[in-house]
């Protein structure tokens, strides 16, 4: 004959499943006609959005990881010495010293006179609006 104790715990046991058993039956009976599809769906996505944000927060301290790691090590770029004989200093020297065509003067010229004239505007300006304080 088992003893009270081990009596009193199946009876609890068989309460517990009793109960469980209830409550699918009730769960059941008020599902009936509910959408189910689309909560699964409406679940679904819910958890495809939190994977990609999860996703996205990794890759964004990886990457700050990384940027970290780099920033912490100095990489000067070391400038190359020019030498006098050099091909492109030649070839500046020619250009600069090449007699200007009338066309590069007759555009030298607009340029200067264009600036000039924007200048003039500026200080008008300028003046304009001294003379309104006054």
Not at 24 to 44: H, S
């Amino acid at each position: 004959m088992p003893s009270k104790n081990k009596l009193l715990k199946q009876k609890e046991k068989d309460e517990q499943k009793e109960k469980v058993e209830q409550e699918n039956v009730l769960n059941e009976y008020w599902n009936e006609g509910t959408n189910k599809r689309g909560e699964k769906k409406a679940q679904l996505e819910y958890e495809k959005q939190m994977e990609k944000m999860q996703k996205q927060k990794e890759k964004k301290e990886l990457e700050e990881a990384d940027n970290a790691q780099f920033q912490n090590t100095n990489n000067k770029v070391k400038k190359t010495k020019k030498k006098k004989g050099d091909d492109l200093d030649m070839l500046n020297e020619a250009l600069k010293s090449a007699p200007k065509t009338k066309a590069q003067k007759d555009f030298e010229k607009k340029q200067q006179d264009f600036e000039n004239k924007q200048l003039e505007m500026e200080n008008d300006c300028k003046n304009k609006k001294k003379n309104k304080k006054n």
